[in-house]
């Protein structure tokens, strides 16, 4: 009997979120010929963000559109959901493993007795199985499950699944729109939210990620890192040695009690290597750690390795990079 799929994706400044353009892969990687992807988007004004998401291989997206919806709010976005669960009956629900992701999927779990895996960085089939990846312990471990029944909720890491790409015959999903009455009855309301990093790439999406440690040694030592991420479109991150010592905002932590992050580069300036720093990041595809002490633990992670004062060598990587770029 085919199934169907159901992919809640989330939108930030007008744009869709490419994790949950992965997780949509995931729900393609996991539905068989004949089952259905549905995509939800909540929110307002949201005709553009359907149309766009229309342009991938869905049967049908679902906009459901109120005030209410306009910020993230875990009791608006469970009833609004819940009818679009309980008609499509889904096999299966995937989420970006995002700080939404993760306050949303298991309440929604919790509702339709679903089990879940959470952080999931790879799907493999194995015989008639399908194995869900995903890194234990800070990343010293990986566990592989499966489901035993439906349904099933998964949320999946940013930057490790491929993100979906557009249907390649110019088709396009059916659209359904749905006004969602506004609720009197909420327990809380969203009013605003205040982004400290307005306008600036997401951490926890950047393909390019410049790090700075307590070696940066102030806020002002940070500019310099600053401007190559913005030269390379990357974002800038810290250590907790960084964060603890207010030379940059919590936002910016990568580590076990940070951000996970696994972009395409790496760049660590001034960061011993702790392992709780390396839990953050130790994914990323090419490290790349710039540290006067030749001992720092870093270098063990580090695919290229750079000993030397960040404040000569940061400028320096600019300069070739704006040349190379020109
Ligand atoms: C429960 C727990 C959770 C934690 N969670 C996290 C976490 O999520 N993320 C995290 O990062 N840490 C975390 N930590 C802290 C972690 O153990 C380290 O203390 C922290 O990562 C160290 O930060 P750092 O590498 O910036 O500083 P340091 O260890 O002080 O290293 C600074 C480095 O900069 C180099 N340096 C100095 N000057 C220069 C220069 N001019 N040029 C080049 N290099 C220079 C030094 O050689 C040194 O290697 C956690 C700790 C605990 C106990």
Do not use: M, S
């Given at each position: 009997m085919s199934k169907t799929y159901l992919i809640v994706a989330e939108h930030r400044d007008g744009k869709l979120r490419r994790v949950s353009l992965e997780a949509l892969r995931a729900a393609t990687d996991c539905a068989d010929a004949g089952d259905e992807i549905h995509a939800a988007l909540l929110g307002e004004g949201l005709d553009s963000l359907a149309a766009?998401?229309?342009?991938?291989a869905l049967a049908q997206v679902h906009a459901i559109e109120s005030e209410e919806l306009r910020h993230y709010n875990p009791e608006a976005y469970v009833r609004a959901l819940m009818p679009l669960l309980e008609s499509l009956r889904p096999a299966g629900l995937f989420l970006g493993h995002t700080a939404i992701g993760r306050d949303l999927a298991p309440a929604l779990a919790a509702r339709l007795s679903a089990g879940q895996i959470s952080d999931v960085t790879a799907i493999e089939r194995d015989g008639g199985n399908i194995v869900f990846v995903r890194p234990l312990y800070a990343g010293k471990a990986i566990e592989r499950k499966?489901?035993?029944a439906y349904p099933q909720v998964v949320t999946v890491r940013a930057s490790n699944i491929p993100a979906a790409e557009p249907r390649a015959d110019g088709g396009s999903a059916d659209i359904a729109k749905r006004a969602?009455?506004?609720a009197a009855d909420l327990r809380t309301v969203v009013r605003e939210v205040v982004r400290k990093t307005a306008g600036k790439i997401d951490l926890a999406e950047a393909r390019i990620v410049v790090s700075g440690g307590r070696g940066v040694k102030s806020a002002e030592g940070f500019r310099p890192l600053e401007e190559l991420a913005g030269l390379l479109g990357g974002a800038v991150g810290a250590s907790r040695g960084a964060c603890d010592a207010g030379y940059c905002d919590y936002?910016?932590?990568?580590?076990?009690?940070?951000?996970?992050v696994t972009p395409e580069i790496y760049i660590a300036c001034g960061i011993s290597g702790a392992i709780q720093h390396l839990a953050g990041m130790s994914g990323s595809r090419i490290i790349v750690a710039i540290n006067k002490d030749p001992e720092a633990p870093i270098f063990q992670i580090a695919d290229f390795g750079i000993v030397g004062d960040l404040f000569e060598v940061v400028p320096l990587l600019t300069q070739a990079f704006r040349q190379a770029l020109a």
């Open positions: 766009e998401l229309a342009g991938y499966v489901f035993t969602e009455a506004p936002g910016l932590q990568i580590g076990q009690t940070g951000k996970v």
